[in-house]
Structure formats: C-alpha cells, structure tokens
C-alpha cells in the first residue's frame, strides 16, 4: 500500500509537520507488512492529526537506535529475530507513547511467566505444574511416569494431560491419552500447510528439556482467540481445535476458517485483566471453555484478526482515539468506543409456516462387534495367587485387570506354564489345564499390543476350591483353596462397525436445516455435500453438543466414530473420542437399577421354562409367551413351531459348522486363510465348541439362554467370514438362529405389558429424566457459546441454539427405552396415528447395531408463548442396519389416519392395506409393497431416520422412524427408506432464502394448479386400475434372488401416483442422486442400500420436481409450502400443520 517505509533519513521532518501526530510501527517487514497491519495503519491514516511511519527492518537490524526516525507513538512488538532490546533501547532514548510494554514482552515468550503473572491476577487457567531441568533445585524437576499418569514435582497429572515447552516460541506441545482410550499422543505444531498436528504412538512423556505439565481441558473440539484493543474491546472468534484432528480447515483464500463468537461478560471482564497484566493494549490469548467455566491457556501478545473488516475498522477507530487522546489533549476528540453487541437481535424471517428445531435427541446402538466371549478356568498355581494378592484381592475377595501391565503378566504366567508343559516339569494339574492355559495365551497375544477396550481378566477366591456342578470341567475337586479365573474378550467394534458409525454421523447432519442443500449440483457426491448446516452450526457455537458413552469400548468407539462423520472430521479416533466423548456412567445415566433386575431375571426363567416343550406351540403357549400379540414374534413362533425340536436343529446345525471348521484347520489349502479381525480357525473352533457344549446340557434340555449368543455369532460369521468358511448350511443356522432370537431377546426383557414396564423403568429411569431435561430447558441461558449475528453468515434465525445431546449404550437401553414409549405413552385406542407407529414397531423382530430413537423438538416463534401448539415433538425409530440375508423387513402403515386419507387419496390407498401378498415382503428389491398407501408419499412421510449401511454385508435398513409416531415407515424394507425428516417444512429460513422460496414459489404456483386438478381426476379412478397395477408391481418385483444391481432397472419404471410405493427413496427423478445409487450397487451388491437418499431424497423434491413432474413430488411440495391448505382438511394441531401430520403426539 500507500505506507511509508522508512530509511531513518526522515528523522526530524516532525517538526513541519504541524498539528500531527507521527505514529511509528516498528515490527519484522513480515509483520508490518502484513495485510491485518496494512488494512489497519490504512485506517490510522484517514485520521486527520495522525501520519503512519513504518521502520524497516533494514534499518531495525542494522542501525543505531539513534538513527532510527523520531516518533510521538511507537507500536513495536517481537516476533522470531526482532532485536526486542534495541526496541527498549529506542524507547527509553526517544520516550513515545508506547502501544504495547516492551519489557512484559520477555515475560510473554516464556509460558511459566505467563502462567505466573494469569494466577497473580486470579484469572482462571488449568491446574498445571512446571518441570524446570534448567534448574539448580533437584526438587524442580522430579517427575515419575506410570502408564496413566505422571507425577511432576509431587503432582498427579491422569491422562489425558498437556505437555508444553516452557518457551512459547516453541509450539511443539503434546497431548497424552489414556489407556483406556487407545493411548498414544497427539502432537502439534506451527500449522504446515493444513495440518496443525499429528496423531503418534507413542504414549511416553520427553526426557529432555524444560515442560508444563497441565490437565486437559474438554472444549468439545473448539478454541476460542480473544484479541482485545485496549481493556475494553475484545473480538473473539472460534476454530476446530488442532488436538481434534490436526486438520486445518481453510477457506477460497486458502485462510484458516474461523467464526465469530460473542463473549459472556465474565470473559470480557478476563480479557479486561490480561490486557492490564500483561500491559498490551493489542493482544491476543487463547481461551478455552469448558465445564461452564473459561480459562485462559495462552498468551500471545500482539496480534491482529485476520479478515474482518469490522475489526479493522473498530482497531484503528480506538487505536487513533487513544493515541489522540494521549498525545493531543488540546484537540479536545472527543473519545468513543464503538458500541459493541451484547445481544443478538432475533429477527427469523419466516416463509409460510416454518418451524425452528431446537433439540435433538438420540439414544443410539452401538455398531457391529465381534462375539462377545468368555473363558472360565480354575487355578492354583502359586504365580496366580502372587498376582492375586499384588492387586489386594484378599480384600475383596476378587480383582479386575484390565490396564496394559497387569494383562502382560498373566500373559507371562500362561507362557511359563505352557514352557513347563514342554519340558515336561509341570505337574499333572496344568497338564489338565493345558488347552484352557493355550487359549488364554492365544487372546492375550491376540492383536500384538494390549488396548484395555477389549479385554480383560477377573479373578475370584474360592477358599475350599470350586463349588460342586459348577462347572463342566471337574465336578471332584480337592478341598484346597483356588481361584476361578475368568477369561472375557471380544465384544469389540468391528472395522464394519466404524464405518457404519461414521455413516450414520454424516447422514444425522441431514436431519438439521440446511442439512439438504436445495439445489445439488450434478456432481454432487455423497453426503459431502449435504449436511452443511449442521457443520456451519457447530462452528458457530450456536449448535450445543454433547456426546454421551457408556463406558464399554464398543460403545464409546462407536460414539467418537459418529462423532466424526457428524462433524467431518478426521484422523484417528482416539483423539475424538477423548474430546468429544463423555462417560454416561459418572452421572449414572446407563445404570441399571438392582429392583428391575430381579423382575427381568424371573421372567427369563418363565420364558426358558416355556420354550422346554417339545410339541406344537398351542394357542395356550403362544398367550403365556407373547401375551402383548407382538406381530414379530408370532411370525417366529410360525416358523419355529416346536420349540424343542428348533433346538435340536440348530444344534446339529452347529456341529455340522465345527466338522467344517475341523477340516479347514487341518487343510493345507486353507489352513492359513485368516478370518475377519484376525481371529484364526483354531479361535473359531473353540468359539463354536464352547457354544455346542454349553447349548445342550447334560440331560438333554437346551439352555435357551445361549440363544443370544449363538444368533449373535451366526450373525456375525455369516456376515464376515462366509466367503472363507463357505458352510453350505450357514443361512439355515443364521435364520433358525434369528428366528428362536426373535422370541427370546425381547421376551427377557419381560413377558406382559407390566413386566415390561417395571424391567424398562428400571433399565432407563436416569435416561428418561436426562431425555425430559433436554426438553424442558430453555435453550437460550447464557451459558453457551453464542454466535454474533452481525459477523456471520448464512445461518438462519441468528441467536437461537439447537441443542443435540447423543446417547451411545447397548440393545438393553434401546429395548426398554423403546418399551417405555410404546406402552406409556399415548392409549393407542384413542390414537389412530400412533396405533399404527405401534403397529410397525410391533412388526420390527430386531433392534440391530446402530438401531437409534431420535426426539426432535420444533418451536413456531410466531405462535404465542402459552398457546399449546407452539411446540411440536417428533419422535423417530430406526432398527439399525440390516443383515445380508432375509431382508423381508416389515411394511409400514401410511402415517395418516384412515379417515384423512380418504380425503386425500383413492379409497385404497388408505394406508391401512398390507401387501397383497407375501411375494412383496420376501423380495429382496422389492420397494415397499405397492398398495401401500401414498398417503404418506403425500407429505413427507415423516422421518425417517436414517440409515445406511456398512461395508461389507451389512447393509443398513433404516427405518422409520417412529415418527411422531408416525412414522413408522417400515424398516424400510429394503431399499426403502423412509422420508427425510420434515425439516423441508419445519426450519427457519432467513433473508435469501426466504426471497428464493417465495420467487420459485410463485414461479410454480400455475404448475401446482394444473395438477390439483390432475390429482382431483386421478382420485376419482376406479379401484381395479390400482388393484392392476398392484399385480403387475408384484410381478415386476421378481423373486427372491433379484441382485441389487437388478434394482437399478425397476427403479426405472414409470410410476402412477397410486401405484407408486410410498416413502421411498429410490423413486425419485433422476437428477435426485441417483450417482448415490450407481455407486452403492456396485460397491454393496447385496447389502440392503444405504438409506441415506433419503434424506436428500426427500428434501430435494420441492426444488427438483421440474425435472420431471412426477404427481408424488409437487403434492409434497405443494403439502410442504402451502401448509395452510392441509389445515382445511383438519389436520391442525401440534404445531406447524404440515409437521403435525406426522406426530399427533406432542
């Protein structure tokens, strides 16, 4: 720019310069000539008193301060090579009014005089302690390290902590992790190119030079950068934390991505402090907020924003002031601060009858995991009991170990016994324990490192040895004390499982507005492109996460997995998990309650009792067993008919799998093969073995109890490890298995409507009053991060928060959550539209992996405080992802009540018809069943939660969502997935959007005229034209065999508004995604697609219908956007009319 740069010759001409005011900058060039500096010394010059002169770095380096040019205001600061103390020099010589202390600036590069300087001021920062080798004083750096923590001067530090160099200069600061959630360590650095840091290994601290060790803060994965003009402005802004995932997200100009964020007034008061403290009138520090407070982690000293032109402006506006204001006093300026928003104005726009989402919350399954296992020995070997006593079990009369150290010496043991076996010295005892001792080798060496997620070893006193018939083993053993080792290992997430989580995380992000982008591009890939409002949301701090885990590792793997799909991010898991992971169990929330257990352990044994009966079931059975006429497991009762003899088969079923596993082990071709995860075929042997022993007992009864696992490890082979073990008879024992399951899992959670009731309240109380909480509270206390609508862009209704609280647990809290809704929720005698959820969720055999609840909660800002409909609540359901085989998933009712319907559709079409025949239900492409009822295909079918699939063969049937009931979709069976979340009607829009809306809206308004009359004529067709063409989609449907590829071409058929299925996504014109379609066939093949379409699916229609006019799109989207019409057809209530079609429950 138009900045004098300076030579030093220029050094008296101030005095010719009347009235003004010489303002010197005196920096490294790559700082003052920076563009932050250039856009504000630009504004400095507009000030009439006030003229800029800029020392070059020539002159700073290289000539005597005595040369350098005179100055009324020096603005001087170091950066790497600035000679600070020729600066000092300078400015006791010429005395100017300094901006920023030249001497706290040594303070500033060193982080333990910060540190200092922030707890004499009583400003918050992390606990920390410093580790000074430079020191004399042996007792400034005694540090002891352990696995999980470190000790430094007498002071515990538990993973995860922060290790920073003393210098602030050096930017290498580490993050060590836990153990318990996969260790290692992540390391940051100056940003090289758009990464900021790296994920490592390695778990150990560094052994040289100086460090502060400080506790980690969780900040949910964002920094906030205060920059303060003097103590009474500060600008700040947020960015994704490097810890998160080292990736620097940059913007068209290759800048980092940052947003802007208003400040509490306690943080203006903390910026105020370190201003004062550190005598910088410009300077930036770093804050982090987390557990409701704010702590300040570092101090920068002089720095300006990057890219805001308000923040210029309003810099150089109180830079001039106080310079004036300082030096030219008979100028009488009068001084201003620019006013600075403390509230946001709320000013939605909104368009016709919009709804704003202001909660989501999700109860979610974790993904697929390998066999849960377990492995009971007796011990008493005097190594045992040595271990046993170092972790004082004599206390507690057992011990758990689970840490890294503790696994490897029972590792140790197992192999110095077996080496004993070899040369013959052991005794006859562990000769006896011999494969038992093999196995507990082979899984403690299983992966080659130890992560306490997946394994672990108990161990139990017994002080007369094991009690009689315990065990299978040896029912006669001698009187001598022993303990019972107890082996448990597996239960892990699967690579298939990540990959699902991850899915799942980037499709959630399109159930939040904006989450659909109204115009795709034709080359749109994928969910990339998707789901944007939700990222730009987080960013903002408007979104208010949190991430809940029970403690098992599946389930937290599986949260850090979905994690980083919701909010794109990536690298390892680790990390994410650490930061954005919370543990459920310190607050109870996935506790089990004891009372429960018993009522839940009584019905188990009323259930086995009455599966012991080797005869037809009779109806007498089928009442005591399924007395709540769940439709799914009468469909399995059909199939299994004598329970006993179903038994028997899957018992020879499984013996008929060993042989096989017998002679793979023992074929030279197939001897090697390795098996998913690792696992090897003497691994599987004994997995399968143990199963077959324990299935049947010794007087020939089956012990319904192992029903469960044997499902869970069929599931799991079949899925995984077909292709290597090619067991001709697999999907008999997979759908035999699935069938018993289907009676069994569910009924142990009680078998009549109370029991089910006091063994759900008792699983999820603490989870029910958490989910009412999330509801209740008003979302706009203080406390959370807010955004400043002034600064940012595109995000409507600027001010309101979403809040979206996840909570990951197993099948047990899912079940009983479930359980909870269905029976004490609404009387499904008075409810037509919930009856029909339950009717649907009563068709659902199977809560899978990943199988979710989600509850959205809608506001209409325009309807008064008290009125009842200003709210509206949606509740959402979604089985999980769907095996590879028998994908005949049940259909799901249309979401209106039949009497509605009739107003809108043909009089068959009423929703309430199920398949005509069973045909639709088997295919295996099939999509949907086609008679039954558009209605829901009219608006929006509601939610349909989502989900899609994993790799492998694992393809994810979605479902439904239990939409407001409603829902129901049917686990959209097969390809189907139900519709998008209604966001299409219930989200703010603002400025564009809204004038966008209303252009195309208008622009469309004769088209959607045309049709009503079409619809009118098409209503009025006589029944046998549908029935017709019912047959004629059966026919189409093929038989069971049809490949997904198949489906590719009936998608292709052209479609009636009658006959066309409802709810699914594939149907959709083309332009729609159907790149999503190619790409899914060819890389999934016969795995149940992924139900993301639907998402966009849906929610494109209303742009997208002028492809190709298809009657289904313009009446959702004329249903959509003209909501007001649906109320003529008496669908008001709860809310926006159009939502409320979908959730009569509020």
């Known amino acids: 720019g138009d900045l004098d740069i300076t030579d030093g010759l220029d050094s008296d001409d101030s005095s010719t310069s009347g009235k003004q005011v010489v303002v010197a900058v005196c920096a490294m060039s790559k700082k003052s000539q920076s563009k932050p500096m250039k856009e504000i010394l630009t504004r400095l010059q507009e000030f009439e008193y006030i003229r800029m002169v800029v020392i070059g770095e020539d002159i700073i380096l290289h000539q005597p301060v005595e040369n350098w040019p005179l100055c009324d205001c020096l603005i001087s600061f170091h950066s790497k090579g600035f000679p600070l103390d020729k600066a000092i020099q300078y400015a006791q010589l010429r005395q100017p009014y300094v901006i920023n202390n030249l001497h706290m600036q040594f303070d500033i590069q060193d982080r333990r005089r910060v540190y200092a300087i922030l707890e004499q001021e009583g400003i918050e920062i992390p606990r920390y302690a410093v580790l000074d080798r430079d020191s004399l004083d042996p007792k400034q750096h005694e540090l002891v390290e352990s696995e999980d923590h470190v000790e430094v001067n007498g002071i515990v530090f538990n993973k995860p902590f922060v290790e920073k160099p003393v210098s602030a200069e050096d930017h290498n600061i580490y993050i060590y992790y836990p153990t318990s959630a996969g260790g290692g360590s992540q390391r940051l650095f100056r940003k090289i190119g758009s990464r900021s840091s790296v994920y490592s290994p390695e778990s150990r601290v560094r052994k040289t030079g100086s460090f502060i060790y400080e506790d980690f803060m969780p900040t949910d994965g964002t920094d906030v950068k205060v920059y303060t003009v003097g103590p009474d402005y500060a600008h700040a802004e947020a960015r994704k934390s490097p810890a998160l995932d080292g990736k620097v997200e940059r913007d068209s100009d290759g800048k980092e991505i940052r947003y802007p964020v208003i400040l509490s007034n306690g943080e203006k008061l903390l910026s105020r402090k370190v201003c004062l403290a550190f005598k910088q009138t410009v300077c930036g520090f770093d804050l982090l907020r987390a557990n409701g407070k704010s702590f300040v982690c570092d101090v920068n000293g002089f720095s300006f924003v990057k890219n805001s032109n308000k923040y210029y402006d309003d810099c150089a506006k109180i830079l001039g002031n106080m310079i004036l204001r300082e030096l030219a006093p008979q100028l009488h300026i009068p001084w201003s601060v620019p006013f600075q928003l403390d509230d946001p104005p709320i000013v939605p726009t909104t368009f016709g009858k919009m709804m704003e989402l202001r909660c989501v919350t999700a109860v979610i399954r974790h993904g697929d995991r390998t066999p849960k296992q377990k492995m009971k020995v007796e011990v008493r070997h005097q190594k045992f009991f040595e271990i046993f006593e170092k972790y004082d079990g004599y206390r507690y009369g057992h011990i758990k170990l689970k840490r890294p150290k503790q696994l490897q010496e029972i590792l140790d043991i197992a192999r110095s016994l077996l080496a004993e076996i070899q040369t013959k010295a052991a005794d006859s005892e562990i000769e006896e324990k011999q494969s038992k001792l093999e196995q507990l080798k082979s899984v403690l060496e299983m992966y080659g490192h130890f992560s306490g997620i997946n394994r672990k070893v108990q161990m139990k006193y017994q002080p007369k040895g094991r009690p009689r018939g315990s065990s299978s083993d040896d029912a006669d053993a001698p009187k001598e004390p022993s303990l019972v080792l107890i082996l448990k290992w597996g239960g892990e997430l699967t690579p298939a499982g990540r990959i699902q989580a991850e899915e799942l995380g980037r499709f959630f992000r399109c159930m939040y507005p904006g989450g659909q982008s109204r115009h795709p591009g034709v080359n749109e890939e994928g969910p990339g492109a998707q789901g944007l409002g939700l990222l730009r949301l987080h960013s903002t701090f408007r979104h208010d996460l949190k991430i809940y885990a029970s403690d098992e590792g599946r389930v937290q793997m599986t949260a850090a997995a979905f994690a980083k799909g919701l909010l794109a991010l990536e690298g390892e898991l680790t990390p994410i998990l650490v930061q954005m992971v919370k543990s459920a169990n310190t607050n109870g929330l996935l506790d089990n309650d004891c009372d429960s257990s018993k009522v839940q352990n009584m019905a188990k044994a009323r259930l086995h009792e009455l599966m012991q009966i080797d005869r037809e079931f009779t109806a007498e059975d089928r009442a005591a067993i399924n007395p709540g006429n769940a439709i799914s497991i009468n469909l399995a009762m059909n199939f299994v008919k004598n329970p006993v003899q179903c038994c028997a088969r899957v018992h020879s079923l499984i013996r008929s799998l060993l042989a096989v596993v017998a002679v793979k082990c023992e074929d030279p071709k197939t001897r090697d093969s390795v098996l998913y995860h690792g696992e090897t075929w003497e691994m599987m042997g004994r997995r399968w073995g143990k199963i077959e022993k324990d299935f049947c007992t010794k007087n020939k009864s089956y012990d319904i109890s192992k029903i469960p696992d044997i499902y869970d490890c069929i599931k799991y082979d079949l899925q995984h490890n077909q292709h290597t073990l090619q067991f001709d008879q697999v999907e008999e024992l997979y759908i035999t298995a699935k069938y018993l399951a289907d009676i069994v899992i569910p009924q142990e959670y009680g078998l009549t409507v109370h029991e089910k009731l006091t063994i759900g309240q008792g699983i999820c109380t603490p989870l029910l009053k958490k989910i009412r909480a999330d509801l209740q509270r008003n979302i706009e206390e203080a406390g959370v991060n807010r955004l400043n609508p002034l600064y940012s862009y595109g995000v409507s209704s600027p001010g309101r928060h979403v809040r979206t609280r996840l909570y990951f647990t197993s099948e047990s809290h899912v079940h009983s959550l479930l359980t909870v809704l269905r029976h004490g929720l609404i009387n499904q005698l008075t409810d037509e539209q919930w009856r029909r959820a339950m009717e649907y969720v009563s068709m659902v055999s199977e809560l899978n992996y990943m199988a979710q609840i989600v509850i959205m909660l809608y506001e209409d800002p325009m309807k008064d405080v008290e009125a009842e409909d200003r709210f509206h609540v949606e509740l959402h359901f979604s089985p ?174 052209s479609l009636s508004p009658d006959t066309e299925p409802r709810a699914r996504s594939f149907e959709h014109p083309q332009p729609v995604g159907h790149h999503h379609q190619q790409r899914h066939a060819d890389h999934h093949q016969q795995q149940e697609p992924h139900h993301h379409h639907h998402f966009h699916h849906h929610r494109h229609q209303a742009s997208q219908h002028h492809h190709r006019p298809c009657v289904r799109t313009l009446r959702t989207k004329y249903a959509a956007e003209h909501p007001e019409k649906n109320h003529s057809r008496g669908e008001g209530r709860a809310g926006s009319d159009f939502s409320q079609q979908h959730q009569q429950q509020t």
Do not use: W
């Not at 295919?923 to 509601?942: F, I, K, M, R, V």
């Not at 959607?1008 to 046998?1024: C, D, G, I, K």
């Open 880 to 1053: 999980g992802v769907n095996c590879c085989v028998q994908k005949n998933l049940p259909p799901g009712p249309g979401f209106r009540p039949h009497s509605r319907n009739e107003s809108v559709t043909s009089k068959n079409a009423s929703g309430d018809e199920e398949p005509t025949s069973r045909i639709d239900e088997e295919n295996d492409t099939e999509e949907e069943g086609s008679s039954l009822s558009n209605s829901a295909s009219l608006h929006h079918t509601p939610i349909k939660l989502l989900y899609h699939g994993e790799q492998q063969t694992n393809g994810s049937a979605s479902s439904g969502l239990i939409a407001g009931s409603q829902t129901k979709e049917r686990r959209t069976r097969k390809v189907k997935s139900s519709s998008p979340i209604p966001i299409g009607s219930c989200h703010t829009v603002s400025g564009h959007e809204a004038m966008d809306l209303a252009k195309r809206l208008s622009e469309e308004l004769a088209a959607q005229q045309q049709q009503q009359m079409l619809l009118q004529q098409l209503q009025n067709q006589p029944q046998q034209l549908q029935q017709q063409q019912q047959q004629q989609d059966q026919q189409q449907c093929g038989s069971l065999g049809t490949t997904f590829d198949g489906l590719g071409q009936q998608q292709q058929r």
